[in-house]
């Protein structure tokens, strides 16, 4: 008995494992009282309050990106969003009943090009990639976004007199990736990403030939891509259920970028052919653009420090993009801003240019 009452107070008296404390008490290696959802010491220093969530460790290689959805009830979701994305176009032949047309300017839609057609050039260097394509898929590219660099590089050194040839290529390379769409579903992001950036280079190109491949039928093939890869998901796995990996986190938060930057290309092309554009409500509960250190973590090690972080500054949910959105009701307009407001604290480069094109369009 004597040895089992020591036993027990040497139990008692161990050191708060640090992966059970909490991030504050972790951070500043203080002993955690491990209440939930607020420990002690937060609790009495007034500190918002999170733990530590299981995440595996997997790192993402060359291999075909996971289902982000599993779950019947996610996966009927996840196909209601993709119709509504994929359909996109009908908007200009039928006014959809309750959605609320966007105001842009010429100064926006500007100011949108000039980002926009940037993405395509930062593909071209070596040491940079676009805000929407995660490193790692550099690290290790697949074929539709090797050939997408190759294809660009092609475009940009092309010889006089060349150019009908480079860009027949660069066509069909396209039309490939569309006659693929529901076969290669697996390279889903990639593909997207690919076609999206031809299609930017294309549109925004001086030559006029160029431009004017990205028509309607171009832009309703673009639609249909960006269905193909939202019907695997749009979310990582809930952490609450399943350990985030890391890898899904990479992928999803690619996945609601790459479809972002593609919904502003839809406004401006919409706005130079003088078609209308709708607040995309089929996208409004999407988390905005995870903070800046999230997206930038170059191990996982960082990277789980910081989502983390956001998961303590977010308990119930990251701001989502109805956020960006104006609201009837002053008091959840006025939430909204609050939100927006400290989303902004982290936001990296990709969530300042949809925060300032969402701020300039609605009067934010």
Same mark, same amino acid.
């Given at each position: 008995m004597p040895a089992s009452r020591k036993k027990s107070k040497s139990n008692k008296l161990a050191p708060t494992s640090r992966k059970k404390s909490c991030l504050n008490c972790s951070e500043a290696k203080a002993r955690c009282s491990l209440q939930r959802p607020n420990c002690s010491r937060c609790q009495a220093r007034g500190l918002v309050c999170g733990y530590f969530v299981a995440v595996s460790?997997?790192?993402?290689?060359?291999?075909?990106?996971?289902?982000?959805?599993?779950?019947?009830?996610?996966?009927?979701?996840? #196909?209601?969003? /993709?119709?509504? *994305?994929?359909?996109?176009?009908?908007?200009? %032949?039928?006014t959809p009943p309750g959605k609320i047309p966007k105001n842009f300017s010429s100064r926006t839609i500007q100011h949108m090009a000039r980002v926009l057609k940037s993405y395509p050039k930062v593909m071209l260097k070596d040491e940079a990639l676009p805000p929407i394509v995660h490193p790692f898929q550099a690290a290790a590219p697949q074929q539709p976004l090797a050939n997408c660099r190759s294809l660009l590089h092609m475009w940009e050194n092309k010889a006089p007199g060349s150019e009908l040839l480079v860009r027949e290529t660069v066509w069909r390379e396209m039309s490939r990736l569309v006659a693929e769409v529901w076969l290669r579903i697996h390279y889903g992001l990639i593909a997207f990403q690919a076609y999206l950036f031809y299609s930017i280079h294309l549109f925004f190109s001086t030559? #006029?030939?160029? /431009?004017?491949? *990205?028509?309607?039928?171009?832009?309703?093939? %673009?639609?249909?891509?960006?269905a193909a890869m939202s019907l695997t998901g749009l979310h990582a796995p809930d952490v609450q259920h399943t350990p985030l990996a890391w890898e899904s986190w990479i992928i999803a938060e690619a996945k609601r970028r790459t479809l972002y930057t593609m919904y502003m290309f839809d406004n401006a092309w919409n706005f130079l052919h003088d078609t209308t554009s709708y607040i995309a409500t089929e996208l409004g509960n999407l988390p905005l653009p995870a903070r800046k250190g999230l997206w930038a973590a170059s191990t996982k090690e960082t990277w789980?420090?910081?989502?983390?972080?956001?998961?303590?500054?977010?308990?119930?949910?990251?701001?989502?993009?109805?956020?960006?959105?104006?609201?009837?009701?002053?008091?959840?307009?006025?939430?909204?801003?609050?939100?927006?407001?400290?989303?902004?604290?982290?936001?990296?480069?990709?969530?300042?240019?949809?925060?300032?094109?969402?701020?300039?369009?609605?009067?934010?």
């Amino acid at each position: 008995m004597p040895a089992s009452r020591k036993k027990s107070k040497s139990n008692k008296l161990a050191p708060t494992s640090r992966k059970k404390s909490c991030l504050n008490c972790s951070e500043a290696k203080a002993r955690c009282s491990l209440q939930r959802p607020n420990c002690s010491r937060c609790q009495a220093r007034g500190l918002v309050c999170g733990y530590f969530v299981a995440v595996s460790h997997s790192i993402p290689d060359d291999s075909p990106p996971p289902t982000l959805v599993g779950d019947p009830a996610v996966l009927e979701m996840a #196909s209601r969003g /993709s119709v509504q *994305i994929g359909s996109r176009w009908l908007d200009a %032949l039928i006014t959809p009943p309750g959605k609320i047309p966007k105001n842009f300017s010429s100064r926006t839609i500007q100011h949108m090009a000039r980002v926009l057609k940037s993405y395509p050039k930062v593909m071209l260097k070596d040491e940079a990639l676009p805000p929407i394509v995660h490193p790692f898929q550099a690290a290790a590219p697949q074929q539709p976004l090797a050939n997408c660099r190759s294809l660009l590089h092609m475009w940009e050194n092309k010889a006089p007199g060349s150019e009908l040839l480079v860009r027949e290529t660069v066509w069909r390379e396209m039309s490939r990736l569309v006659a693929e769409v529901w076969l290669r579903i697996h390279y889903g992001l990639i593909a997207f990403q690919a076609y999206l950036f031809y299609s930017i280079h294309l549109f925004f190109s001086t030559d #006029s030939d160029s /431009s004017a491949m *990205i028509d309607t039928v171009t832009m309703i093939n %673009l639609q249909e891509l960006a269905a193909a890869m939202s019907l695997t998901g749009l979310h990582a796995p809930d952490v609450q259920h399943t350990p985030l990996a890391w890898e899904s986190w990479i992928i999803a938060e690619a996945k609601r970028r790459t479809l972002y930057t593609m919904y502003m290309f839809d406004n401006a092309w919409n706005f130079l052919h003088d078609t209308t554009s709708y607040i995309a409500t089929e996208l409004g509960n999407l988390p905005l653009p995870a903070r800046k250190g999230l997206w930038a973590a170059s191990t996982k090690e960082t990277w789980e420090i910081e989502y983390n972080r956001s998961v303590a500054e977010w308990p119930s949910h990251p701001p989502r993009l109805e956020d960006l959105w104006p609201h009837p009701s002053d008091v959840v307009a006025s939430e909204r801003r609050a939100r927006i407001d400290r989303w902004v604290e982290s936001a990296d480069e990709f969530g300042m240019f949809l925060f300032a094109v969402s701020s300039i369009t609605h009067d934010a």
